[in-house]
């Protein structure tokens, strides 16, 4: 929850967020490795007089999550050069001032076929519509409600991750669902939180690597994913990553 002057925090950081996140699409291009992409985050952050959340957070090693291919969420950069025909999901977080700014999406990487753009554009969909779901007095479920029904035209499985309130803290309540939920509790002007919906060509059985972080699809189908830190309001939400 937020009063006038945290708002005013979160939005900067945020914004922060939204524009070191632009800056890191840039960069996807074959050849290019997602440790390249990780030091010039970090180092964007770092000039901005923030720090990178995920950076130390529960033993993470590197400053941004970079998720390539089958990889759900949480990939830590490495060696690995970008090829042509790949999608990658940037995951942004910085600190900034005491607040917590977040956002994500997934880019294509020089030529990609039609179904795997078809799955990055319903991603995007799905995760807007979630956004539209959003207003004072409103379940949460209705955002799994609203993203589900979208996925359903299209035959995609909905990963089992979910998004979180975000703020002071990185992670918090409330728990935001992408699929059907009999969950309890309603939304307040005030809040924030992410809205991250994952979704797979696949099966949604995932796998977590030994690094304790990295989650890929069992069946090795691809993956999509797009995020934005919201403010619920009494007529909506307002998009505070919206770049």
């Not at 590197?62 to 050069?81: L, M, Q, W």
């Not at 007095?137 to 955002?143: D, M, P, Q, Y």
């Amino acid at each position: 929850m937020h009063d006038r002057e945290s708002i005013v925090h979160m939005r900067a950081a945020c914004e922060l967020a939204a524009r070191v996140l632009q800056y890191a699409g840039t960069m996807v291009k074959p050849s290019v490795t997602t440790d390249e992409i990780d030091r010039a985050v970090h180092q964007m952050i770092i000039d901005a007089g923030a720090y990178p959340s995920p950076l130390g957070y529960g033993g993470f090693p590197k400053s941004v999550c970079t998720s390539v291919n089958e990889c759900i969420c949480h990939g830590i950069p490495d060696s690995r050069a970008l090829r042509d025909g790949d999608i990658i999901n940037i995951d942004v977080t910085i600190y900034l001032n005491g607040y917590h700014g977040d956002t994500s999406r997934t880019y294509l990487c020089g030529e990609v076929d039609e179904p795997t753009k078809q799955l990055v554009k319903v991603t995007k969909e799905c995760m807007l519509r979630g956004i539209s779901a959003c207003k004072h007095g409103v379940s949460f479920k209705a955002i799994g409600e609203r993203i589900s029904e979208h996925v359903n035209k299209y035959g995609y499985s909905i990963d089992p991750f979910i998004g979180h309130g975000v703020g002071t803290i990185f992670h918090s309540e409330p728990i935001i669902w992408h699929t059907y939920d009999y969950e309890p509790g309603f939304m307040v002007a005030g809040q924030t939180f992410t809205i991250e919906p994952t979704l797979s060509m696949g099966s949604t059985r995932c796998e977590v690597w030994d690094d304790g972080w990295t989650a890929i699809t069992v069946d090795g189908s691809l993956n999509a994913q797009f995020e934005h830190t919201v403010l619920v309001t009494v007529n909506g939400a307002e998009i505070l990553t919206k770049c």
